[in-house]
């Protein structure tokens, strides 16, 4: 009889531990996520997306972890293979490659935990198919460069004295950020075509695709380029961040230049720059909300709930298992809203 006693109390001590190992900790709502950002060193991931997620995980109550993968996607490998091993109920993984998701899907796959890929989308083919439980939280990376495109064909058309050469033709430099990044090549392809589908004929005179999309870049480049044969043809600065914007910035004012000049993801640092005229438009990259989706996604995954139950958000039906948060236009006459 005793005995009988003893292996029931040590089954009853064990059955909630088993939970615990199973991941279902998540349905007392005690949710864990092992999280990480490709690099600190990011002026939008560090300065938006990360502090969003540390603020808005206390909100909803669940426990996050957040490492740094130093532009390393092998670091980044080791790291979900540590949160695997400690039993993180969720992986929210902003991928350093974003060729490498199929390593990053198969690891969480293998270990049975939910996976919410955000900020950086995946370019292997099948890679979302291959997991029902990975999904994606982004944006359309298209509609960043068709608003930005949109934003400067009105101004361009709006100030006649911006084609210095009056060939009716835009001679621009364009900061890419980082080449196979879906935000960089979508950026870069439909911020020109804007100019191109209103029936302006564009002149690339260079572009800076180094794989950074930091502020000493976009000064370096620009400053090499205002030195350039070309230097003084240049009529437009096309920038795909802030980061590198603000750098270009200081080159110019350095030089004693100005010129037009656009980014994206409208940092506080960009509003300031519209305000002082130093910059004609940026576009609102929402890395708050990319932010409370990414954390409403992986707590109901891990809780085994659909992902989007109880929230506003909204998955794409073409396959790509995505939230898209919208991309919003900022100028000088709506800044101050933002
Ligand atoms: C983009 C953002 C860039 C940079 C990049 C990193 O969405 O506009 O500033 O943060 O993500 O992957
Ligand atoms: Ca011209």
């Not at 009716?168 to 911020?191: C, F, M, N, W």
């Not at 205002?226 to 009529?235: H, P, Q």
């Not at 002082?276 to 809780?303: C, F, I, S």
Request: aromatic share 8%.
């Amino acid at each position: 009889m005793r005995k009988f006693f003893l292996t029931a109390l040590v089954i009853m001590m064990l059955i909630p531990l088993a939970g615990v190992f199973a991941g279902a900790a998540a349905e007392d709502g005690a949710v864990t996520i092992g999280a990480n950002i490709y690099s600190f060193q990011d002026n939008f991931m560090n300065g938006v997306i990360k502090p969003e997620l540390e603020r808005y995980a206390e909100e909803i109550g669940v426990e996050i972890d957040i490492v740094d993968s130093e532009g390393q996607q092998a670091k980044l490998n080791d790291q979900v293979d540590v949160y695997i091993t400690k039993g993180v109920d969720v992986l929210a993984i902003n991928l350093v490659d974003p060729a490498s998701a199929m390593t990053i899907i198969e690891k969480a796959k293998k270990a049975g935990i939910p996976l919410i890929l955000f900020n950086k989308e995946a370019t292997e083919a099948g890679a979302m198919a291959a997991y029902d439980k990975v999904w994606y939280v982004g944006t359309n990376s298209a509609e960043s460069g068709i608003i930005q495109g949109e934003m400067m064909v009105a101004d361009w058309k709006a100030n006649p004295d911006w084609d210095k050469n009056g060939d009716g033709v835009v001679q621009y430099v364009l900061l890419k950020g980082e080449p196979g990044h879906p935000d960089a090549e979508a950026r870069t392809i439909y911020s020109v075509k804007a100019f191109t589908d209103a029936g302006i004929a564009v002149d690339e005179l260079a572009l800076e695709a180094d794989p950074n999309w930091s502020t000493t870049h976009g000064n370096d480049k620009m400053a090499a380029w205002l030195t350039a044969s070309f230097g003084k043809d240049i009529e437009l600065v096309i920038c795909n961040n802030d980061g590198m914007a603000f750098g270009a910035i200081n080159a110019l004012k350095a030089a004693n230049v100005k010129l037009p000049l656009y980014g994206v993801d409208a940092l506080t640092q960009a509003l300031q720059h519209i305000a002082d005229g130093e910059m004609n438009g940026t576009v609102l990259n929402d890395g708050v909300n990319q932010a409370r989706a990414t954390l409403d996604l992986a707590k109901n995954a891990a809780m085994g709930k659909d992902v989007t139950a109880g929230t506003s958000w909204v998955l794409d039906t073409d396959g790509t298992k995505a939230v898209r948060v919208p991309y919003v236009a900022v100028t000088p006459d709506n800044y101050q809203d933002f």
